[in-house]
């Protein structure tokens, strides 16, 4: 595989990253192809004290980098972006090598990284403070945005690259370092990732703005979120484990940016078009293997149409072909583990437990030649009920719940009935149902869409959802001022000194 020397991996590989490769103390991670099951290669992972290298080296060049103008940041961005353009092939063919995600999703995924970076180029230019009005005279008052220190970033194995980008571009141009915990299934992905950018960086002596420590949750994972040096973690994972990130980063006054758990459902009213409902929901559900936190979870469709639906769906998933990720006519490749395979057949027993049928697909899927070791299941349908604790949950594999709603008010009502809020759609030809959605008393999540699915979010708009979901926004809109600290300044440029609120003093 020539496309993994162009990334500089080899066989064996330093697991940490401080303006320069470690000679790393930690134990020896094997990174494995979920399409075969075998090794591609291994990581020396970050021992406590390569850690601390780390970190010290993010920390001296935050000091220096938050010196240099953010336009000037900005235009290293922009070096930054071009070298992932010159590398998008082998970097999204290693995504597809270590995650499993269908290689034109891995190349998505690299061009993800490649538009954040030119967001976050034009954004260098428009860190906007306020001028505001002092009510004393000869007084000026502003709002000014600072750069906050450096930034920790613990990334899920789904989305190897575009998560890390998401945060990294948006932090440099901010004037920020990064300390990067990735996934300990995919480090192959981190490790090609900084070797794509760490050139431009290197060549201003920027090197360790870009820090990567590779480790477990014990070594390096408590350590990151436990650091008083690292003001701001952004954390994409379990709900379950958000809760340990946002108590233990909250417990040092520290800041967090949470992207965790979907459950995400598209709404079928009864005049959706559903040439276009039947497709999105297709790719939201079986996409990425169902292991994107934006994957459709639960399809709750108006009784009048759910046969109909039923059907196509089921006509859908039959046509939907299996197998070596790497290959274009392969939709479907395997989940990232053993587990996840467990995970859904486990999903499935307690669906049929609750009174629910599988209407298609669950079973395993046996393949022959080098993809025998692999990972794959067939994505399934099943019907079920709203209320069930199984559909509350979040299984993070190919599982999707159709689920019969009477109106739009019952639409909305399961809709927002489980705990997560990050993404949701609507199919309706209706202003009247699209409005309501929309609207205060309509989807609770983040992100509420209107005649397209729920997976495939643009750069441009924040990213991130409510209640159990985090509450965290990362990529464009104003998720830029999350890594900074803002600072209002008045000045006296009078030759008097009064007071404010008319106090007298003296």
């Known amino acids: 595989m020539e496309f993994l020397k162009d990334l500089g991996i080899e066989s064996e ?37 390569d850690y601390e290298a780390v970190v010290t080296a993010a920390q001296e060049a935050f000091l220096r980098w938050r010196e240099v103008p953010a336009p000037v940041r900005g235009d290293v961005v922009r070096r930054m972006g071009n070298a992932l353009r010159e590398k998008k092939d082998p970097l999204g063919r290693l995504i597809t090598l270590e995650m499993g995600k269908i290689l034109q999703e891995g190349l998505g995924e690299v061009q993800e990284a490649i538009d954040i970076a030119d967001f ?9 403070g306020l001028s505001m009005h002092s009510e004393r005279p000869g ?41 990067w915990k990735p996934s300990s299934m995919t480090p192959l992905c981190a490790i090609g990732l900084t070797n794509a950018v760490r050139p431009v960086l290197e060549a201003e002596g920027f090197g360790a703005l870009a820090g990567l420590a590779i480790g477990s949750g014990r070594e390096v994972g408590q350590r990151l979120l436990e650091d008083q040096r ?27 940016i949470l992207e965790l758990g979907g459950n995400n459902a598209v709404v079928l009213m009864e005049d959706a078009d559903l040439d276009l409902a039947i497709p999105s929901i297709v790719f939201g559900a079986v996409g990425t293997a169902g292991q994107r936190c934006t994957s459709t979870r639960r399809v709750l469709v108006h009784e009048s149409i759910a046969d109909d639906v039923e059907e196509r769906l089921t006509r859908a998933y039959e046509q939907v072909r299996i197998g070596n990720p790497m290959d274009d006519a392969t939709l479907c490749g395997p989940v990232v583990s053993p587990d996840a395979i467990a995970d859904m057949e486990a999903a499935i027993e307690k669906v049929k437990a609750a009174g629910g049928e599988v209407i298609c697909g669950g079973d395993r899927v046996a393949l022959d030649g080098a993809e025998a070791g692999g990972h794959y299941i067939r994505p399934a349908i099943a019907r079920a009920d709203n209320s069930w604790q199984i559909v509350q949950d979040e299984t993070f594999a190919p599982l999707l719940y159709l689920i019969r709603v009477r109106d739009l008010d019952d639409a909305v009502a399961k809709h927002n009935d489980v705990p997560q809020g990050l993404s949701s759609s609507m ?74 609120q008319g106090i007298q003093f003296g």
């Open 139 to 179: 007084h000026a008052m502003r709002e000014q945005w600072h750069p906050l220190g450096v930034v920790g970033c613990i990334t899920a194995f789904n989305f190897p690259m575009a998560v890390w980008a998401w945060n990294a571009m948006i932090a440099f141009a901010c004037g920020d370092a990064m300390l």
């Open 13 to 49: 590989n330093s697991g940490a990253y401080s303006g320069e490769w470690l000679a790393c103390t930690g134990n020896v991670l094997a990174s494995t192809n979920p399409a075969t099951g075998e090794t591609i290669a291994s990581v020396r992972q970050a021992s406590a004290d």
């Open 427 to 500: 199919f309706t030809l209706s202003m009247r149902n699209a409005e309501r959605f929309l609207s205060a008393s309509g989807s609770d999540c983040g992100i509420a869409n209107v005649n397209i699915g729920t997976s495939g979010a643009e750069i441009g708009g924040a990213f991130g959802g409510e209640k159990e979901t985090g509450g965290g926004r990362e990529s464009g809109s104003d998720a830029w001022k999350a890594y900074m600290r803002r600072q209002t300044n008045t000045v006296n440029w009078s030759t008097d000194l009064p007071l404010a």
């Open 120 to 128: 976050a180029v034009g954004q260098s230019r428009m860190l906007y």
């Open 230 to 256: 690292v003001p701001l973690v952004s954390f994409t994972g379990s709900c379950q484990v958000g809760r340990t990130v946002a108590s233990t980063v909250a417990g040092r006054f520290g800041r967090t």
